[in-house]
Each structure stands twice: as C-alpha cells, then as structure tokens.
C-alpha cells in the first residue's frame, strides 16, 4: 500500500532480495524526454556494493532495462516501467539467521505484520530495493535537469565521530564527490573516515553517518502550503530510505539553538529576483521554495548486521547469541549518496510538475 | 492541493487569518466512536495563546463547532467537519508591513507561487492554521485512545542552549508536562527555560527549542514498507508544522555516530512478546512498529517576526529597516506541544486503520 | 473515505441532513479567479426544492457562505471552504419510518455498514449531500469558463416514457432550459412531461428521468489514459449522484447495436484543428478529448419515497406496509439538472490543471 | 498519471504495444494468499486473441511471470509485480496507417496530448493494455474468491441487434460461457451472434456489443458513500476499458422509464439476514452493496479498425481514402468478458478491504 510516491510524478516500486527483480513504473513523466538506459544506469552503478574496498564484496551488476514508456530515446508520456534483475542471490548466507529476529533489522516487525517473511528477512525493507529509487530518481533528475536546470549533489558530511567540514554549497560537485570512496569531498576528512571505516570494518562492527545535499536552481514557488510543505516532503522521503535516523533543513537542530535576529535571512537584490543574504531556512520559507539552494541533511544509524557476537533471543524468546556470517557493509553512506540524490529528485519533479499547472 | 493528509484516516484542513474561520473535515472516522465537542476543545485549549505570560497576549477564544458527523455524541462513520471561527482579526497590525516581505517568513514565497497574498501575509503559513490539525488530532487521538490504548505525550525538550535532561518516556504525562507554562516536565529546566524566554522577550528577540514526544502502547505492525514507514510520515507530519527544521527518532543524529554493536537494540521476552532491551530504534524497525514507544524530537527555528530592526529590501528591492508592531511570540515550542502531538496521532490513526484491514 | 474527488482540483464534501450544515473544502483552484457568493448561489438556487409545482414543497433557502480561500473577490489559491447551513430539519417527519429499511433507500445498507444510522436514514445517500458537489461545481464552471470559455448545460432528456427528442448540442443554453419547470429545451416535451409528473404526484407514485448533457469548447487533449479516461471519470462523477443507474457517452448503448462503417467518425478539417464530420464518439477518443462537444446521457431512477402503500418488513424481518408521509419529490431530474452539470465542471477542472502541467 | 487504480488494492500498470512487455504492478493485496503463475494465466488465455474464429488470427502466446511479492506460491503481503512479454509485435502492419488518424482510434487525440505517439498509434489505448488489467483482476479475484467467497461472472448480452434473453444470474457460470465462442449462454443466441459476427467479418466491417455481469456473494456493507459508491467505483472501471461507451446497473436505463411504486425492492428476510424480493437496485442501495447479486451492462462500441474504404482525412487535413490491411477484430465482446470480470474483480477487492478495517 506504500510503494507509490507522488502526486503527479508518481513512482511504484516493486521487489526485494530473492524474487525475479527489484523494479519501478514512473506514471506521469512528460513526454518527449531523451531517455536511455544509459541515463538511469550511471546512478545505479554509484549505488552497487563492490565498487570499492570500503563496501561489500558482492559484485552485484545491476542492469537496468527499460521495459515501456520510450520509443526511439524519447518518453512517450505513458507509464515508464524500469527493471533490474536479481542475478546473485545466495539466500543460504542468510538461511541460518532465520530462527532468530536479527536486531535492529525489520525480521520480527515484517513477521508481525505479515504473518510471513521473505527468505531474505526483512523483505522491503532490504537495500536491495533502494534500486528501484535510484532507477526512477534518475529519470525525475534529467526532467529537472533539462526542463528546469536542477542540480542535486549529495555528499558525505560524517562517518562516526569524523565530521567534514562545511563544504560550498554553491560549487560541489559529483566530480569532486567521487574522488573519494568515501564520498567526502574534502580530501583531509575523506581520509580520515576512510580510515575510520577500515577500523571499524577489521573490528566486525559498523558506523553510522551523515549525507548532506544540496538542491541548485529549484524555481522558487515550488512546493504545496501544508501538509505538501517541500521540507515535509523531503523529511518523508529522506526518512523512508533503510537506515535513517534523522532529517534537517537549512539551520535544523542546530537552528533551535539560535536567537530569531540572527536566525531570519534578509532579503537582498539577487539577479533581478529577491535572494538572502544568508539561508539558514535552507532554501525553503513557508514550505515553499525561494530560489535559494535546498541544502538538508540525513542522519543514518550503523548497519544493524555486524560479524561480532550479540547476544539475544529467537522468535520464541530463547536466548542466543547471533553471529552474522553473510556479507555487510561496514558503512552505509558512501552508498546512500545517489539515493538521497534520487529521492531529492523525486520530491522536485513532482513539485515542479505540479506548479507548473498555476502559470 | 496539498491540504489533505492521510490515506484511510484523511483529514482536510482550509482557513487562514483573516477569513471566516478554521477548520478541517476528517474523513473516515469510523462510526460510533463517542465525541463531542469537549473532547476537541480540550487541546486547542492548550494550543491558543495567551495563556501565559510566556506568549503572545492576543486572547484568541478559539471555539470548535462540531458541523456535521455525529449525532447524539457518536461518530456516524461519515464526514466530521469542524469550524473554529476567526474572531479577533486586527489585520491593520500587520498592514504596514505588506510592502516588505518578511525576513523568513512566507511573505515572498507565496507572492511568487500565487501572485497573490492573503491580508495576513504568508496565508496557510499562519500559526492560526494549526487550529484545524489540533482539532482533527484530537478526534485521531480519541480512537487511538479508545480503540488502541494509544497515549501521547509530548513536552518541551530545549529552548535555546536550555536542555531539558532525558524525561522517562514510559512515565511522562500532561498533567506533568502542563504544570509549568513552557510545557517542560522537569522543574528545574522549566525554570531556566522561562528565563530565557523572559530574556529574549525582553531583547525583543525570539528563540528556538526542541519538542520531544512519546507515543505508548501503539501495537506492533504499524507502518507500510517503503515509502509509508512509520518515521517517514511521522517526519513528514512533523516538517509540515510551520517553523519546524528538523526531525529525528529514536538515536537520530546521534544515532549516526556510534557503532553498530552499542546501537543495536537486543530482543528480550516481554510480557509474552518480543520486546527490545534498548530503544535506540525508536519503536520502529524497517519503518513498521515494533511495540516499544515511539520516541522523537522536532527541531523548531526561532519566531521570524522580533521586535528588533531587521535590514532587509521591500519587494522592488528598495533597502529597508523592518520592525515589527504586531503581537508576537519570543518562543512557540510550549504552545507547538498539542501540534507536535495532534500530527502524531493522525499519523498513527491512519495507519492502525490501514492495518486493521490485514487481520 | 469517499468524500474527497479530483486529483488536482479536489472536492472534500462533508455534512448530512441534520447536523448543522452541509459543505465542501475545494482545494487546488488557482488563485486570482473572481469569486464571490453569487457565482455559486446561482446554480444551488437551480438546485434547491420548492422552486415550482413539479417538486417538493419544503421551501430550503440554501444559502452559502465562503469560510475561506477568497480576499476582496479574488481567490488566493488556498482551500475555498463553503458552508450552507441546515435550516428546515423537521426531523419528526422521518422518524416513524425509522423502525422500517425503507425499501431502495439506503437505511438498510447504512445500518450493516456503519451500525449506526443518522436520524434521516440514510445519512450521506441524502439528497442534501448533494449541495456541496453543486457548491464546488460552481467554482469549477467558473474556472472552466474564464480560463478555458468551457460552457457546460445539461437538460432533462426523458420523464418516464415521455422523451425529448433531440436536442441541438452547439446551442442549447440554460436560458432556453430553464424556460420550463421541467427543464426540458423543446417546449411540446416539456409539457407532456409536466403533464407525466403531475398524473404521478396525483397517483402518490414517482416516475424516473434521463438528464442529458453538453461540455462545448473543452481543449483537445483533456483526459489521462487508462483508468482516468475522461469517459470514466464523467461515468463515476455521475453514477455518484444518489439515484442514477446508468450512464452513456456519444452513441452509448445504441452504439452497442450498430456497424464500424456507420459508427467511425470520419476526420474532416475545422477551424484550422482536425474535427469529425460524425460525434458518435461523443467527444473522447482513447479516453481523451478530441475538441468536439462532450455529449453524455444519466439515467435516473424513480425516487423510491412514495406516498403509497408499500408492503415491506422490519428490520428484524416482521412485514409491514409502509406509507410515506414526509415531503417528496415525484420526479428528481429537473432538480438534477445543475448537479449533473456541477459534477461534470468538477472532472473537467481537474483533466484541464493536469493537461496544463503538460505544456 | 492514471495507470493506477484503486486505494488499497492497488494496481499501476504500464505497457503498450510494441516495447518489451505490459504489466501491473499489485500493491495492498494481504500476505498468505496462495498466488501461482497459473491462477493469473487462465484468465490471460480467456482474454488472448486468436483462440476462435470469431476473433482475430493473431496467436499471442500471452504468457505470465510473477516478478516479485510471492516465495513458494504465497503472496507477502509485498507489491505483486506481473509481466507479459511481447512478442509478436509485427509494427509494419501499423506504419502506412500513421500519416492518418485512424477515424474513431486514439491517434489523433494521443498526438494533440503528447506531441508524440508510439508507433502502434495510440499507445496506452491498444487492447493490449488489457492484459495487465486481467493480470491483476486474476489476483483479485483470487482474494475475493478464497477470503469471502465472491464469484463474478460475465458472459455476453449483445452482439449488435441480436440481444441474448435474460440470463439466471443466481445459476450462470463460466463453464457455460465459455461453451460458444461468443461467450453468449444462451444456445440459441450464441449461434445467431456467431452468424452476425461472420457476417460482419466477411463485410470487412465491424460490429459492437454488450457484456453483462453478475458479482455473487458480496458482502452487503461494501462501497464507500458520496464519491466512491460501489456504481461509481463500476462505472468508472467499465468506462477506462476500451471501446466501451456505456454502463448501467440494475433496472438501469430502463429504470428511468419506471414508476417508484414498481421499482423499489421490497425487504423480505433471506437465510437470517434482510434480502430484496426484486433486485432493481442491482445489489447496491445508496452506493452500498445490500448483500443481493450486482447486476451491471456494459456497452461496446464497433471496433474502429475496419477493412472497408473510409473517407477522412490525413494530419494536415488533406482528404484520404483509408482502408485497414492490419488483422482486426469484427467484435471485441467475447474478448471484453474476462476483460469485465477482471475490473469487476479490482472495484470489488479494494471496497472489501477497505470495509474489512471497520470491524
């Protein structure tokens, strides 16, 4: 019941771990957009574990296929179905967790819910089927990139304790995110949460962290009064990605902290509109765009699935001691980067679409 | 087009300042559920201003008329539309400041997405139209209470650099959290709290704070995987609330800090269910509750309108000094308490009915 | 849950017969539209009872009042909130019956759905309710007609067996169906059905109806494909109108009876666009308009509240004969007439935003 | 935008003629209901062309794969993906028709709306569009069938002048629909209707139709008032299916004919619960099922494709002469039967879910 997001781009995921695949139907594209599987591939391959040291060893080649909605490389209008097979599965790694709800994984609230669970657990609620995000949030970021000139750059802002520091929000780029493996535009802070999740790794445990993103050239006039708030929209489609915590716009927890004269942004003369002066609303004022940058950022927990020992009880209150012995990642947010872009994305273009029916 | 929340249990809100009234219909109520105006009264009450020498002076009786959907004191099972009627208006308080958009408030905003602004200035970006949430969430959180045994509860967590020490979620109630005017349950820190208020209303300045909320006894299997996870529409709800900038559940951004062998929270046998030893998760685990409290915090920025000159530009761009005349608050954390609490239950109304469907 | 229509022009209905009022929350119309109460006072005066012989003689003053979302006659682009209270209840007239499902009413399947009944049996099937869709409708005839020069008249097509012959689609207006109680263009019709109406009142019985209905000037290109064809959307708008059982668009259910060489509706050059000679596809084709006039027919059945003896049980199945003593109409379809064309102006508001996103 | 339906049940299809498959994905059907390929795959076959000599020569070998939300043949409660391969596409048979809008197909309205079309023509208007639409109708059928014993049947009513008598809807099956081609019960019209369809066949014409349907077993309490009435939730679900130009339920047009001392359904007590002696109403009172048989007709207009010369014109409004040399069908009905069935099937599995939340 909660696989569609949007209003107007609207996306319908579908898949987890060990069915045929994991895939997407984005209803409400318009029609007309140069659309190649190369487009949605590039961000798929920046979500794949195993592309570096830091991540997971599985090698996961996960391909897209345009299945509808396209003909001769342009969208039709019609519903555009996206799908990645599943091709390494290996349920057995996990058979053995089975008897046992993992903690902090989705096992017993999946069990509870459904009354059945997919071999793989947690069914959705796999990583595996952040994919199809990914895959429909690369179609909404060329719709914003080639109707409305977006940019959506999300990067790396801490692994554990290891904070970067504040990076221009003007001027990041996905060049200069990619350099490291980690994500992390500055080099200094790069190599020390590279190290840190090396530690961590050798120490069979994992790390949370922080993704920051920054959305450039939104329209100002985007986003619905109320309950459609842009930020709301965000909080909603950033805390529904595996693994978040937390969610702030502009200033956020740290905006609580402050006295109004120094928290409000004055308006000064910006290009022949109105900007601020400074943009601790992050973009947005009233729930509504302002022609500033949308910068936000999203907190993410420690991979629940770590080799060292813990202690815990079965699905009938046994205790025992659990060991996972499957492959994880140490580290999640390297990897979360592009689908915090996609779900940016998402968000926009619906926003976008729908706004451009008042002019 | 975006006043409308929920999927089963669905409210729709309308009003702003200057018109003839708030209100908001909910749609789905379930029949035969006691109700009467009282019952709503009660937390709008709590929601008002003037009720303190902490906020603003203005005497808004903000009373609620039950229009239509119940009879004899009980819910029909069909629309329950209620009214508060706008009372004290003054709009000339705010008139000399029409020509200048207000420094991080809506002002700007919804000049460009409508062409067009309400008397009031922002519109729906009002405070006055969290009457209509308050008043549906006190009829979501009568059936949450009479049919689920659902509490809520929800205080002032910090104000400024004040924070409130960690309360105990499992005892917190509204008579403890109601004793003192800001709304925070510890004496101490409600003290230094209103000290600060004091301080920045003497400034003319405003502040910022931090409303903590637990949900109690919510049942295990709420929530939709994917993009209706229990913390994403809780986000969403909470980000909706205006001046709000952050939001994060169980660890949250600290959260993302630490390792996963101290974040993960253990199962342990209670009361014939599983239950968890720790509760960094929050209640929720892959987005679906798991039977422990819910326990989150919203970030809320400091009031845009102070008393103090602003430097700022009118709409054409022309500098200004702004100082505001009208009434306003130094700090809106006490009375966003019985809106971070409304938003709360319309979330989990909705989805305790979504999954009533299932069993 | 049923209460809300439209996906970007959205219509929340609220209210029954004898709460304090019946209305509707219209939100996503654009702002800037002139709107005052006399643009939506017109077509509820069309509406009301007691307008002439033909129909009940309970004289309901339904007078409506704008909550919200208009300023100085404008629209602000927010929740237009309409009320029209309830003023004559007499709810003793209906009271003897309630011990007794009245038979094609809706008291039964209310009391299984709901266990619970409003005073007038079967609580939103009134036809009270259907003030708010002719309120709503105004505002969306309104925006049809300044931003699109939509014009939409509907007429009474058959009484009974009395049927009107056909009608001219490119010039019927309200003036010339107004002209006569019965609403009904062609003058001789309108008298044999007067005549039908009356000999049925005489008789304590009630008779069925057609309405008809034209939507000229309406863009190409409305409609989405699939599920929310134009056609399909009109077909729910309408058989949502409390007593109707069918509906039909172009050549209908005599189109079921003839050939594709005789049907097709050949392409001929108009006005610089692509027109058809024929309209036997009544104005949509794949779902979507194609410029010429939207033609479509609504059957309604006979008002089951009849002054006659009807032999009938109890609701714990003991037989009684009942005998209406309340109010009642003979024949609903003059009364019909404006709700029909209101919930046309609603699916046609809503297909003419979505398209515009699209340009 | 509207390739989804339904608000718990939930379907999105996608897919046109010529790209790599149609499909649906089904979200909100309840875990643990036994789901193989096979339950959807009968359905599939009934719809295929290709099965008779009445339809076209086509063999479409429509084969189905389940894609995600089911392991060792049970749903888990997670979105059913379904795929149907295309196979035999043959898209030259369509290329010389596209310099002119075939008369009363979607291509012109389809390049008014998008500026594009796929090459078939009209897109998302093609029956094969149907079979994601029969796909999730297997499902939820499925449901209706196993969790409250609903039986739905269709069969064919009409084949252009030839009516078939009325049809026991208490005792119809599909065994017997499906002993003639023309899915016609009755022997004697189904022979006439098969003659009628060869001789339009041998004309090079085309014919149109009417498919009945009768929904046994349906709880009475189901539909939802106002807006979403089980007629409406019908009528809007008959009229998406292509080619149809009408619906009615009950005593429907020829209701509007009858006098109410005639038409309304006295109650008599049915096997402990309160039943209808007659059933004009067609199984629902005020939007609501009241527990009888649902009765409805669809209307099928001639299919537009058609071997003999038409005069029309080409995109730029030169006159043409077009004759069809793609394969066609003379007459969709006996093909629309599952097609019914299957939206019968969508309506009804949402309303009962929907409704399941209430006790």
Not at 98 to 120: E, L
Not at 171 to 186: E, L, Q, S
Not at 257 to 281: A, I, W
Request: aromatic fraction near 4%.
């Amino acid at each position: 019941m909660s696989s569609t997001f949007g209003t107007v781009f609207k996306v319908t995921t579908f898949g987890e771990s060990h069915c045929a695949g994991v895939g997407v139907v984005v209803d409400g594209c318009p029609s007309r957009l140069p659309l190649v599987e190369a487009d949605i591939q590039r961000q798929l391959d920046r979500r794949r574990p195993g592309q570096s040291r830091l991540s997971t060893d599985r090698d996961e080649a996960d391909s897209v296929t345009i299945l509808s909605g396209t003909e001769s490389g342009l969208t039709l209008g019609t519903p555009i179905a996206l799908l990645v097979p599943n091709k390494d599965q290996r349920p057995t790694d996990y058979a053995s967790m089975q008897q046992v709800p993992r903690p902090s994984h989705a096992d017993y609230t999946y069990q509870i819910k459904y009354g059945i669970r997919a071999a793989s657990g947690g069914g959705r609620s796999s990583a595996r089927e952040t994919i199809a995000r990914v895959a429909a949030g690369a179609v909404a970021e060329k719709l914003l990139r080639e109707r409305f000139g977006v940019e959506i750059v999300a990067w790396v802002g801490a692994v554990g304790d290891v904070d970067a520091p504040d990076v221009d929000v003007l001027t990041v780029n996905r060049a200069g995110v990619d350099r490291f493996d980690v994500r992390c535009p500055h080099a200094e802070s790069a190599e020390r949460m590279m190290a840190e999740i090396a530690r961590v790794k050798a120490a069979k445990d994992s790390v949370g962290g922080v993704v920051a993103c920054v959305c450039r050239n939104v329209p100002a006039g985007l986003g619905e009064p109320v309950f459609g708030k842009t930020e709301a929209l965000l909080a909603q489609a950033m805390l529904s990605i595996p693994a978040t915590k937390g969610f702030e716009i502009g200033s956020g927890f740290s905006g609580a902290r402050m006295l109004g004269s120094r928290h409000n942004d004055p308006f000064v003369p910006k290009d022949g509109r109105l900007g601020t002066l400074t943009n601790r609303s992050g973009g947005v004022q009233g729930g509504i765009t302002n022609g500033e940058p949308i910068v936000f950022r999203v907190a993410f927990k420690p991979p629940a699935t770590i080799g060292r020992a813990q202690d815990t009880v079965d699905f009938v209150g046994t205790p025992v001691t659990l060991e996972a012995r499957g492959r994880h990642d140490p580290c999640v947010v390297p990897r979360a980067v592009p689908i915090v872009e996609s779900m940016a994305a998402l968000v926009l273009a619906d926003l976008a679409l729908i706004q451009s029916m008042r002019q």
